[in-house]
């Protein structure tokens, strides 16, 4: 068994190379960096795996021969360019890189709750154009479909390490609860997906949508970074009404702005997602907590 990672610097390809190393049925990996300098000392050194010099914006640099899964995912594109073109351009090279080929069985893309949609979902429109290319492909496709990182609130730890601590959330209300799910248990499971490679999807593509072991709220988060930090804390909730003036004054690129705002509202309570999100119909539980998961970042946080 030969599994491939492309982009493979990614935290969730991370968790999926390190899932497949540790499996005892000890497939060999193949992480595709565009700089090699950066492949961690753990993969480096490992028998099983090779990390070879590849970028998913030119196919010219992607070479799948002889393997027998591919798990695959979009970057994020912050630099202001076009992000949807970028999407299709990296779905089409690996599409194209599946193709030649000849040996890849199954194909494991990270997407997104909503993926569905093709408009009114804000910056998911590129895991639903990733979606659409990779669907009609020969071989087996497993789209893992995610509704909210518990990542995503990493951008919490400047603030929380500051002298006064606190985070934005721009989820409210404190008491509303939704789906969150870990890196480590995405990769997880693509890693699971791309072992069961040869053996034939009854229906392909299938969707799993990946949830935590329950859903969870800001409330739950405020507790959650209270008891790893073992700081007091305070939460700032921006509303509705405030998403655009605060997407305005992050880090994003403008041209984001607008599709953040979209995408955050349609899981917020009224929104597009809110009932799907919340139905359990082919759903897969994750295993970590918010807990578990803020444990990671704030050790990582700490030793930067």
Excluded at 130 to 152: G, H, P
Excluded at 227 to 238: C, P
Aim: charged content about 20%; proline content about 5%; aromatic content about 10%.
């Amino acid at each position: 068994m030969k599994v491939v990672v492309v982009p493979a610097s990614a935290q969730t390809s991370q968790w999926a190379i390190q899932t497949l190393l540790d499996d005892s049925s000890a497939p060999s990996v193949i992480g595709v960096y565009r700089n090699v300098g950066k492949v961690p000392a753990n993969f480096k050194n490992h028998p099983s795996f090779q990390a070879v010099q590849g970028d998913v914006s030119d196919g010219s640099t992607l070479d799948f021969s002889g393997c027998d899964a591919v798990i695959t995912l979009t970057p994020p594109k912050l630099d202001g360019s076009d992000f949807i073109a970028f999407g299709k351009n990296m779905a089409t090279n690996v599409r194209h890189a599946v193709e030649k080929s000849g040996s890849v069985k199954r194909l494991a893309y990270v997407s997104s709750q909503g993926a569905q949609y093709a408009e009114g979902v804000g910056e998911v429109r590129t895991n639903h154009n990733c979606e659409r290319i990779f669907e009609t492909l020969a071989c087996d496709v497993v789209f893992v479909r995610n509704c909210y990182f518990m990542e995503n609130w990493s951008s919490a730890l400047d603030t929380i390490n500051s002298d006064n601590p606190y985070f934005y959330s721009t989820i409210a209300p404190l008491d509303y609860s939704l789906p969150m799910v870990s890196v480590k248990d995405i990769g997880k499971t693509c890693a699971k997906e791309a072992l069961s490679a040869g053996t034939a999807l009854d229906k392909s593509p299938r969707i799993v949508y990946l949830h935590g072991p329950r859903n969870f709220s800001v409330r739950d988060v405020w507790e959650a970074f209270e008891k790893v930090t073992g700081k007091k804390i305070r939460v700032e909730l921006v509303e509705k009404e405030g998403l655009r003036g605060f997407f305005e004054q992050s880090p994003l690129p403008a041209n984001l702005v607008d599709d953040f705002v979209e995408m955050t509202l349609t899981f917020l309570p009224g929104g597009l997602l809110e009932e799907e999100m919340n139905d359990l119909t082919n759903a897969v539980r994750g295993d970590d907590t918010l807990v578990d998961s803020f444990s990671r970042m704030w050790r990582a946080s700490q030793s930067a």
